[in-house]
Nanobody, 119 residues
Framework: QVQLVESGGGLVQPGGSLNLSCTAS????????MGWYRQAPGKQRELVAS???????????KYAASVKGRFTISRDNAKNTVSLQMNSLKPEDTAVYYCYGGRGTLGYWGQGTQVTVSS
């Protein structure tokens, strides 16, 4: 059974940093795409960042406009992990962050980790 487990969430002051990690278990096969989504109270889940295995070394990355320049996504294909380094955090970044792994027509979600940005 494939499982994705997130870690690294918490409470941080505005301007601070957090690093989220997601580890996949129950599979040795790589995901074609891995990413992070978030959902704030009363809002829809939205894509934060994704990284796709491809020709480009390190993968092809995509970011939401609201986090570009502040967040960095990376993955370790050998370990089937994906990380999200979040810098210059803002109160509007407060949400539950979900890890996602996609392979072919199948998609897998983690249970989420809370990130709260508040003074």
């Amino acid at each position: 059974q494939v499982q994705l487990v997130e870690s690294g969430g918490g409470l941080v002051q505005p301007g601070g940093s957090l690093n989220l990690s997601c580890t996949a278990s129950g599979t040795r096969d790589r995901f074609g795409v891995m990413g992070w989504y978030r959902q704030a109270p009363g809002k829809q889940r939205e894509l934060v960042a994704s990284i796709i295995i491809g020709i480009i070394i390190g993968g092809t990355t995509k970011y939401a406009a609201s986090v570009k320049g502040r967040f960095t996504i990376s993955r370790d294909n050998a370990k089937n992990t994906v990380s999200l380094q979040m810098n210059s955090l803002k109160p509007e970044d407060t949400a539950v962050y979900y890890c996602y792994g996609g392979r072919g027509t199948l998609g897998y979600w983690g249970q989420g980790t809370q990130v709260t940005v508040s003074s």
